[in-house]
C-alpha cells in the first residue's frame, strides 16, 4: 500500500493521508523498498507465512504495474535494501540475492552455511555500501550462524554471530550512521527468548544489552526489529511481541 498525500481524506477519517492499494496482490508482502537511483523502480518482496512460495515484483512505473522476476518465483523475500548507487540487496529463504541492473538479473551471494540459509535481515554499511550484514534464521534451532558479514566488494562471508546461549533468528541489524563500527543486533529465538546484542568493534566482540526488555511468559520475549533515531538523542528502539 502506498499514502496519497494529496488525496484529500474521507469525511469519516479526522484527517491525514488516505491509503491505496497498489498491489502485488495474492500473497503476504513482508517489504517493499524503492530504488535510491530512479523513484520509479521499485521492489515488493512476498513472503507467506508458510515459510515458502513466496516472490519478487518489480515495478517500473511507480507501482502502476508489476511483474513477477522469474529466477525468484517460489522464494520467500524477507528484505530488500537499495544502496546509494542503485545496487540491491535481498534477504531470502535462500541466502542474499544481489542485483546492479535495478533488479533485473540477479546473482545469490552465498552464505556457504548449508541448506538452512534464510535471511531475515540484509544491513548495508552507511561507510562502505559494498560490505554487508545478514541475519539469519535459527532455523528452529538448528542452525547457530545467526549473523554473517560481507567484506567491502568481497565474496566470502565471515560468521559474526554474537556468543548466544542458544540458535536465535536475527531480525534487525542496526548500523550508527557516523560510525559504522557501532551496531546493534535484535533476535528471536523460534519459541521465545529475545535478546539485543551491541558492538563497537564491528562485530568482532558483542555485548548483550538486553537487560529490560520486557518479559512475555507466554511464549516468551522475542526481539523483531531494532531503529535508531536519525538525529539528537541516541535512542535505540526495539519492536517486541505485543509492545514497542
Known amino acids: 500500500m ?27 508482502a513482508d517489504d517493499v523498498a524503492v530504488s535510491t537511483v530512479d523513484p520509479t523502480i521499485v521492489l515488493a518482496g512476498i513472503a507467506p507465512s508458510s515459510g515458502s512460495g513466496g516472490a519478487l515484483y518489480r515495478s517500473t512505473d511507480s507501482e502502476s504495474t508489476w511483474s ?49 540459509d534464510t535471511v531475515f535481515e540484509v544491513a548495508i554499511d552507511p561507510s562502505a555500501p559494498s560490505r554487508l550484514w545478514a541475519g539469519i534464521a535459527d532455523a528452529l ?12 566488494g568481497g565474496t566470502t562471508w565471515t560468521d559474526a554471530t554474537p556468543p548466544l546461549a542458544s540458535p536465535q533468528s536475527c531480525k534487525g541489524i542496526s548500523i550508527d550512521p557516523n560510525d559504522s563500527s557501532r551496531m546493534f543486533a535484535c533476535f528471536g529465538a523460534s519459541f521465545g527468548g529475545g535478546q539485543v546484542w551491541f558492538s563497537d568493534s564491528g562485530g568482532t566482540a558483542w555485548v548483550n544489552r538486553s537487560a529490560g526488555l520486557p518479559p512475555q511468559p507466554d511464549a516468551g520475549r522475542r526481539a523483531r526489529r531494532v531503529s535508531r533515531s536519525p538525529g539528537g538523542r541516541p535512542a535505540l528502539r526495539i519492536a517486541v511481541r505485543g509492545s514497542l
Open 141 to 152: 534451532g538448528s542452525q547457530p550462524v545467526n549473523v554473517m558479514r560481507l567484506g567491502n
Open 68 to 116: 513477477i522476476v522469474g529466477v525468484l518465483s517460489g522464494v520467500n523475500v524477507y528484505d530488500i535494501e537499495f544502496a546509494p548507487d542503485g545496487t540491491v540487496y535481498i534477504g531470502t529463504q535462500d541466502s542474499v540475492w544481489k542485483s546492479v541492473d535495478d533488479g533485473v538479473n540477479w546473482v545469490q551471494l552465498n552464505l556457504d552455511i548449508g541448506l538452512n
Open 2 to 28: 502506498t499514502i496519497d498525500a494529496t488525496a484529500p481524506a474521507p469525511a469519516e477519517q479526522s484527517g491525514g493521508p488516505g491509503w491505496a492499494a497498489i498491489g502485488p496482490f495474492g500473497g503476504d
